[in-house]
C-alpha cells in the first residue's frame, strides 16, 4: 500500500468516514470497506466506475458534482469540499483531492465521505436547488501550515496528511512516538484557541488539565511502549481563554512511519448539554415535587398506561408501581369514577380534552383532592394515546373551603354590624359591591350600579362634601373616613360611616379606591335619644344644686342659733341634769349642721360652682390648729394623735386654706373614727421644689379596722361605706372621702390608699402648690419657731 493510501485509510479510520479513488489513466477505483457500507453495499462489492458514479450522487446532484470536478481542474485547485445526495438518499460530505501530473493532468480524484448530521438530512427543498440535496460548492483549502523543523520533510505530492488534515471538519494532528506534535489541522488550533508557534515542541500531556495530566501520559506511554495500534481516551484541555474543552481522542499508530495519527472530537457542547438535560430533568423533577404534579401517558395501541415518580407518590404506590387504566380509575373515589370513565372514553372517541377536580383514595386510605388533564395524541387522524398531569390539589382544596368558610363568616359579621364593602377601578369605570353593601344601600343583587349612581343617594349638601373627601383621597393619597346620611330607594333616611382608601402601584399611581359603609343609624338615634336624655337630666340636677345652694343659708341659720344657744345655757351655770340635755342637743345640731355642709359642699361640687381660691396660707398653722380642734375627740377615744411637718416645707404657699382644711378634716377625722386603738399620724413632707412650685405629700395613717381590697375602689363612690354593718355601727352618709376625692381632683391631685384589714389604712395624696412672697402672720398664741417645734415633735392626746 502507498504512503499516500495509508495516510488515507490512517483519516477514514480516525474520522470513521469511507474513502475511495479514482485513477483518471488506468481508468479504476479503489474504496474502503466503511464506504461501501455508507452506499448500502455489502463489503467487498465490486464496484465500477459507472457503479460508483451512479450510486455516490443522485442523479439530481450529478451535473453539479460533475460541474463542480471539471471547476476544480480548470482552475487547478488541489482540493474542495461539497454536500451530495446519495441514491438512498442519504445526504454526505465530501472532501476531495486531484493530484496532478507535472504537464497539470489529473492524475488521481480521490477522497473521503462523511454522513452529514441528522438535522442536516431533514431540511425542506430550498428553491431552484435539488429535492435532496444543496448547490454544491467548491471552496479551496488554505495552504497547510509549515512543519517544524528535523521531523518530517514537507511532502511534495498532495497525498500527504496535509492535504487530508486540511479538509477535516474535526480536529486532528500527527504526533511522535514521543508524544510530540508534528502536525495538526486549523480546526485543532482553533479549537485549543492557539496558533502552531504555541503549540511547537508540547506533548499530550502537556495540553491537558492538570487533573488529568497523569492519566493521559499514562495511556500516552503504554501505546507507544506495548507496540500496540490504537488507544481511546477522553480529556480536558485548557484553552487559551482559560475555558475547558472536553476532547474524545482516538490514537491509530503508523509504526512504519514512527508516528500516530490523531482524530479528535470536541465533546464541549454535547456533555455541556448532557449536563444540562440532567439539571433540567433533575429541576423538572424537584418541581414537580414542589408543585406535586406528575405526568402520565396511556398508550391505547399496546394499552400500556405510565405514571411519573410524583404520580405514583401522589397515589402512596412505590416509583416502580406498574399501573393500568382499571387500576386507576379505581383510586377515585366510587362517586367520582362515572365521571372520570366519561371524560376518559369522550377523549378516546371525539379527542376532546378534558379537565377536573375530584377526589382520591390512596392505597393508605388517604383521601386526597387532585386536578386532572388530558390531552389527546394523534396519528393519522386516529387517537393513539392519552397524555397529561396529574396535581394533588388537597391543599388547595382545604385553604378554599378555609376561605368558603371565612368568607361566609365575614359576610355574616358584616350582616349582624350592617357593614358592607366596595371597590371602585377608574380606568375601568367599574364599581363592585359585596353582598352587605347592597343590602344596606337596598340595591338589587343582579342590578347594575355606577359610582354616580351611589353618589346620588347622598342628600346634596353632604353630596358635595363627600366629593371633596373623595377627590382628597386622590390627589394625597390619605385614607378618608366621613359620616353622612343615604335616602335608599325606598325613602328611608340612613346614617353611614364611610371609609375611603386609594390603593397605587409602585409609583404610587392610583390602582382603585376601596371602602366601607357601616349602617349606624340605630347608633346615631341612640345617640340622640341619649343626649336628650342627659341635658334634661343635667337641667334637673342643676336646678337641684342650685335650690340648695340659694337654700344654704335658710338652713345654716336656724341651726347656728340653736348651736350658739346652747353653748350660752351650757355656760350659765346649769344643773347637772341640764347639763346632759343641752349636750345631747349640742352634740346633734352639730352633727346635723355637719351633715348639711357635706351635701351642700357636693351639690356644690356636683353643679360645677366649686371655685378654689388663691391666698398666701401655713401649712403648718393650719396642720397644728387642725390637730388642736380634733385632739378631744382622740382622747375621748384614747388614743394618739400625731402631727410631723418637715422642716424644709416652705412657711408661706399659695392655695385654698379652707378647701385643704377641709380635705384633711374628713381624712382625720375618718381615721379617728374608725380607729378603737393605737394612733392617728399626719405627716407633710416636700417632694420636690423646681423655681417657685413646691409639691408636697400629706399622709394620714390609723391603726384602725383597715378596709377589704374589694372594698377599696368602693369608699371613694358618693353615699358609699365599706359594708352596712360598718355603717350601723360608726354611722355617717359616706359623703366625706367622696367630697375629698372630688376636692383634690380640683387640685389636680388624686387620693390614694393603702390598707390591711385589722391593721389600719393610710390615705396620702400629692399636690403642687406655689410659693409665696408674702409672709403668713403667726396667730398672736403661737410664735412660727413654736409652730415648727410642734411640727417637729409632734403632738400627743390621751
Given at each position: 500500500?502507498?504512503r499516500?493510501?495509508k495516510t488515507?485509510?490512517?483519516?477514514?479510520?480516525l474520522?470513521?468516514s469511507g474513502?475511495?479513488t479514482?485513477?483518471?489513466?488506468?481508468?479504476?477505483c479503489t474504496w474502503?470497506?466503511?464506504?461501501l457500507t455508507?452506499?448500502?453495499?455489502?463489503p467487498?462489492?465490486s464496484?465500477s466506475?459507472?457503479?460508483?458514479r451512479?450510486?455516490?450522487?443522485?442523479?439530481s446532484?450529478?451535473?453539479l458534482?460533475?460541474?463542480a470536478?471539471?471547476k476544480a481542474m480548470?482552475?487547478?485547485?488541489?482540493s474542495f469540499?461539497c454536500?451530495?445526495s446519495?441514491?438512498y438518499?442519504?445526504r454526505?460530505?465530501?472532501?476531495?483531492?486531484?493530484e496532478?501530473?507535472p504537464?497539470g493532468k489529473p492524475l488521481?480524484?480521490a477522497?473521503?465521505a462523511?454522513?452529514c448530521p441528522?438535522?442536516?438530512?431533514?431540511l425542506?427543498?430550498q428553491?431552484g436547488?435539488?429535492?435532496?440535496?444543496?448547490?454544491?460548492?467548491?471552496t479551496?483549502t488554505?495552504?497547510p501550515?509549515s512543519?517544524?523543523?528535523?521531523n518530517?520533510d514537507s511532502p511534495s505530492?498532495?497525498w500527504?496528511?496535509?492535504?487530508?488534515f486540511a479538509l477535516?471538519?474535526?480536529?486532528?494532528?500527527?504526533?511522535?512516538l514521543a508524544?510530540?506534535?508534528?502536525?495538526a489541522?486549523p480546526?485543532?488550533?482553533?479549537?485549543?484557541?492557539?496558533?502552531?508557534s504555541?503549540?511547537?515542541g508540547?506533548t499530550?500531556p502537556e495540553?491537558?488539565?492538570?487533573?488529568?495530566?497523569v492519566r493521559v501520559?499514562n495511556?500516552?506511554?503504554?501505546?507507544f511502549?506495548?507496540?500496540?495500534q490504537?488507544?481511546?481516551?477522553?480529556?480536558r484541555?485548557?484553552r487559551r481563554?482559560g475555558?475547558?474543552a472536553i476532547?474524545?481522542w482516538?490514537?491509530?499508530c503508523?509504526?512504519?512511519q514512527?508516528?500516530?495519527?490523531?482524530n479528535i472530537?470536541d465533546?464541549?457542547?454535547?456533555?455541556?448539554?448532557?449536563?444540562?438535560?440532567?439539571?433540567s430533568?433533575t429541576l423538572?423533577?424537584?418541581a414537580q415535587?414542589?408543585?406535586q404534579?406528575?405526568?402520565?401517558?396511556l398508550?391505547l395501541?399496546?394499552?400500556?398506561l405510565?405514571?411519573?415518580e410524583?404520580t405514583?407518590?401522589?397515589?402512596?404506590v412505590?416509583p416502580?408501581?406498574?399501573p393500568?387504566l382499571?387500576?386507576a380509575?379505581n383510586?377515585?373515589?366510587?362517586?367520582?369514577r362515572?365521571?372520570i370513565e366519561k371524560a376518559?372514553?369522550?377523549?378516546?372517541?371525539?379527542?376532546t380534552?378534558?379537565k377536573?377536580d375530584?377526589?382520591?383514595i390512596?392505597r393508605q386510605?388517604e383521601?386526597?383532592h387532585?386536578r386532572?388533564?388530558g390531552?389527546?395524541e394523534?396519528?393519522?387522524?386516529?387517537?393513539?394515546?392519552?397524555?397529561?398531569?396529574f396535581?394533588?390539589?388537597?391543599?388547595e382544596?382545604?385553604?378554599?373551603?378555609?376561605?368558603k368558610?371565612s368568607e361566609?363568616r365575614l359576610e355574616e359579621a358584616?350582616?349582624?354590624s350592617?357593614?358592607?364593602h366596595?371597590?371602585y377601578?377608574?380606568?375601568?369605570k367599574?364599581?363592585?359591591?359585596s353582598?352587605?353593601?347592597r343590602?344596606i344601600?337596598?340595591?338589587g343583587?343582579?342590578?347594575k350600579v355606577t359610582?354616580?349612581?351611589?353618589?346620588?343617594m347622598v342628600p346634596?349638601?353632604?353630596r358635595?362634601?363627600?366629593?371633596?373627601?373623595?377627590?382628597?383621597s386622590?390627589?394625597?393619597?390619605?385614607?378618608?373616613?366621613?359620616?353622612?346620611?343615604?335616602?335608599?330607594p325606598?325613602?328611608q333616611?340612613?346614617?353611614m360611616?364611610v371609609?375611603?382608601?386609594?390603593?397605587?402601584?409602585?409609583n404610587r399611581n392610583?390602582?382603585?379606591?376601596?371602602?366601607?359603609?357601616?349602617?349606624?343609624?340605630?347608633?346615631v338615634?341612640?345617640e340622640?335619644?341619649?343626649?336628650?336624655a342627659k341635658?334634661?337630666a343635667?337641667i334637673a340636677?342643676?336646678?337641684?344644686?342650685e335650690?340648695?345652694s340659694?337654700?344654704?343659708h335658710?338652713i345654716r341659720t336656724?341651726l347656728?342659733a340653736?348651736?350658739?344657744?346652747?353653748?350660752?345655757?351650757q355656760?350659765?351655770n346649769p344643773?347637772?341634769d341640764?347639763t346632759?340635755?343641752?349636750d345631747v342637743?349640742?352634740?346633734?345640731?352639730e352633727?346635723?349642721?355637719?351633715?348639711i355642709?357635706?351635701?351642700?359642699?357636693?351639690?356644690?361640687?356636683e353643679?360645677g360652682?366649686?371655685?378654689?381660691?388663691?391666698?398666701?396660707?401655713s401649712?403648718s398653722?393650719l396642720i397644728?390648729?387642725?390637730?388642736?380642734?380634733?385632739?378631744l375627740r382622740?382622747?375621748?377615744?384614747?388614743?394618739e394623735?400625731?402631727?410631723?411637718i418637715?422642716?424644709?416645707i416652705?412657711?408661706s404657699?399659695i392655695?385654698?386654706p379652707?378647701?385643704?382644711?377641709?380635705?384633711?378634716?374628713n381624712?382625720i377625722?375618718?381615721?379617728?373614727?374608725?380607729t378603737?386603738?393605737?394612733?392617728v399620724?399626719?405627716?407633710a413632707?416636700?417632694?420636690s421644689?423646681?423655681?417657685?412650685?413646691v409639691?408636697?405629700?400629706?399622709?394620714?395613717e390609723?391603726t384602725g379596722?383597715?378596709i377589704?381590697?374589694?372594698?377599696?375602689?368602693e369608699?371613694f363612690?358618693?353615699?358609699?361605706?365599706?359594708s352596712s354593718?360598718?355603717t350601723?355601727?360608726?354611722?355617717?352618709?359616706?359623703l366625706g372621702l367622696a367630697i375629698?376625692?372630688?376636692m383634690?381632683?380640683a387640685?389636680?391631685?388624686q387620693i390614694?390608699?393603702?390598707s390591711?384589714?385589722?391593721?389600719g389604712s393610710v390615705?396620702?395624696?400629692d399636690?403642687d402648690l406655689?410659693i409665696?412672697k408674702?409672709e403668713v402672720?403667726?396667730?398672736?398664741?403661737q410664735?412660727?419657731?413654736a409652730?415648727?417645734?410642734?411640727?417637729l415633735?409632734?403632738?400627743r392626746?390621751l
Amino acid at each position: 500500500m502507498s504512503r499516500s493510501a495509508k495516510t488515507l485509510e490512517h483519516l477514514a479510520f480516525l474520522t470513521g468516514s469511507g474513502y475511495w479513488t479514482y485513477h483518471f489513466r488506468q481508468d479504476y477505483c479503489t474504496w474502503s470497506d466503511n464506504f461501501l457500507t455508507l452506499l448500502g453495499f455489502e463489503p467487498g462489492f465490486s464496484l465500477s466506475r459507472t457503479t460508483l458514479r451512479t450510486n455516490l450522487v443522485s442523479p439530481s446532484d450529478l451535473p453539479l458534482f460533475q460541474n463542480a470536478v471539471e471547476k476544480a481542474m480548470a482552475e487547478g485547485n488541489s482540493s474542495f469540499t461539497c454536500q451530495l445526495s446519495t441514491r438512498y438518499p442519504l445526504r454526505m460530505t465530501l472532501s476531495l483531492l486531484l493530484e496532478y501530473d507535472p504537464e497539470g493532468k489529473p492524475l488521481i480524484l480521490a477522497g473521503l465521505a462523511t454522513p452529514c448530521p441528522q438535522k442536516e438530512q431533514t431540511l425542506p427543498p430550498q428553491p431552484g436547488a435539488s429535492k435532496l440535496s444543496p448547490a454544491v460548492c467548491p471552496t479551496p483549502t488554505a495552504d497547510p501550515p509549515s512543519l517544524p523543523d528535523g521531523n518530517l520533510d514537507s511532502p511534495s505530492d498532495p497525498w500527504d496528511y496535509h492535504h487530508l488534515f486540511a479538509l477535516s471538519p474535526e480536529p486532528v494532528c500527527l504526533v511522535n512516538l514521543a508524544g510530540e506534535i508534528l502536525h495538526a489541522n486549523p480546526a485543532f488550533y482553533s479549537g485549543l484557541g492557539r496558533d502552531s508557534s504555541q503549540l511547537q515542541g508540547k506533548t499530550l500531556p502537556e495540553l491537558v488539565h492538570p487533573d488529568d495530566r497523569v492519566r493521559v501520559g499514562n495511556i500516552v506511554n503504554a501505546l507507544f511502549q506495548s507496540a500496540r495500534q490504537e488507544a481511546h481516551f477522553q480529556a480536558r484541555f485548557e484553552r487559551r481563554d482559560g475555558s475547558e474543552a472536553i476532547w474524545s481522542w482516538n490514537i491509530s499508530c503508523d509504526w512504519d512511519q514512527k508516528r500516530a495519527y490523531c482524530n479528535i472530537r470536541d465533546l464541549t457542547e454535547q456533555i455541556a448539554a448532557r449536563e444540562k438535560l440532567v439539571r433540567s430533568e433533575t429541576l423538572l423533577k424537584k418541581a414537580q415535587q414542589i408543585a406535586q404534579i406528575g405526568h402520565w401517558h396511556l398508550d391505547l395501541r399496546h394499552k400500556r398506561l405510565e405514571w411519573s415518580e410524583e404520580t405514583c407518590r401522589i397515589h402512596g404506590v412505590p416509583p416502580d408501581f406498574v399501573p393500568d387504566l382499571e387500576t386507576a380509575i379505581n383510586f377515585y373515589a366510587e362517586e367520582c369514577r362515572a365521571d372520570i370513565e366519561k371524560a376518559v372514553r369522550k377523549a378516546i372517541e371525539d379527542g376532546t380534552p378534558y379537565k377536573h377536580d375530584l377526589r382520591i383514595i390512596t392505597r393508605q386510605g388517604e383521601k386526597k383532592h387532585v386536578r386532572g388533564l388530558g390531552i389527546p395524541e394523534y396519528e393519522n387522524g386516529v387517537v393513539v394515546a392519552l397524555s397529561g398531569v396529574f396535581q394533588d390539589i388537597t391543599l388547595e382544596k382545604e385553604a378554599e373551603n378555609r376561605l368558603k368558610a371565612s368568607e361566609a363568616r365575614l359576610e355574616e359579621a358584616q350582616m349582624l354590624s350592617k357593614l358592607g364593602h366596595w371597590e371602585y377601578i377608574p380606568a375601568q369605570k367599574c364599581l363592585t359591591l359585596s353582598k352587605g353593601m347592597r343590602r344596606i344601600w337596598e340595591i338589587g343583587e343582579d342590578e347594575k350600579v355606577t359610582f354616580k349612581k351611589l353618589l346620588a343617594m347622598v342628600p346634596l349638601l353632604e353630596r358635595d362634601y363627600l366629593k371633596r373627601k373623595l377627590k382628597s383621597s386622590l390627589t394625597e393619597l390619605k385614607d378618608v373616613q366621613h359620616q353622612h346620611r343615604v335616602i335608599t330607594p325606598s325613602g328611608q333616611e340612613k346614617h353611614m360611616v364611610v371609609n375611603i382608601m386609594a390603593i397605587t402601584d409602585s409609583n404610587r399611581n392610583i390602582i382603585s379606591l376601596r371602602g366601607t359603609a357601616q349602617d349606624i343609624t340605630e347608633k346615631v338615634l341612640g345617640e340622640e335619644q341619649l343626649i336628650r336624655a342627659k341635658i334634661q337630666a343635667e337641667i334637673a340636677s342643676k336646678s337641684k344644686a342650685e335650690f340648695l345652694s340659694m337654700m344654704s343659708h335658710e338652713i345654716r341659720t336656724p341651726l347656728n342659733a340653736v348651736i350658739g344657744m346652747t353653748h350660752i345655757l351650757q355656760q350659765e351655770n346649769p344643773r347637772e341634769d341640764q347639763t346632759d340635755h343641752l349636750d345631747v342637743l349640742r352634740f346633734s345640731a352639730e352633727s346635723l349642721l355637719n351633715l348639711i355642709n357635706d351635701i351642700l359642699d357636693f351639690s356644690k361640687i356636683e353643679a360645677g360652682k366649686l371655685v378654689l381660691e388663691h391666698i398666701p396660707f401655713s401649712i403648718s398653722q393650719l396642720i397644728n390648729k387642725l390637730v388642736s380642734s380634733l385632739a378631744l375627740r382622740a382622747k375621748e377615744k384614747g388614743i394618739e394623735l400625731n402631727a410631723n411637718i418637715a422642716p424644709d416645707i416652705p412657711d408661706s404657699l399659695i392655695g385654698d386654706p379652707n378647701r385643704f382644711k377641709q380635705i384633711l378634716t374628713n381624712l382625720i377625722g375618718n381615721a379617728i373614727k374608725f380607729t378603737e386603738e393605737g394612733y392617728v399620724r399626719i405627716q407633710a413632707y416636700m417632694l420636690s421644689l423646681q423655681d417657685t412650685m413646691v409639691r408636697l405629700r400629706f399622709e394620714v395613717e390609723d391603726t384602725g379596722i383597715g378596709i377589704e381590697p374589694a372594698q377599696q375602689a368602693e369608699i371613694f363612690r358618693s353615699f358609699t361605706q365599706a359594708s352596712s354593718d360598718t355603717t350601723r355601727k360608726y354611722g355617717g352618709t359616706g359623703l366625706g372621702l367622696a367630697i375629698t376625692k372630688k376636692m383634690l381632683e380640683a387640685f389636680d391631685s388624686q387620693i390614694k390608699l393603702q390598707s390591711e384589714p385589722g391593721r389600719g389604712s393610710v390615705f396620702y395624696f400629692d399636690i403642687d402648690l406655689q410659693i409665696s412672697k408674702i409672709e403668713v402672720e403667726t396667730s398672736r398664741d403661737q410664735s412660727p419657731a413654736a409652730a415648727k417645734s410642734l411640727s417637729l415633735n409632734g403632738t400627743r392626746v390621751l
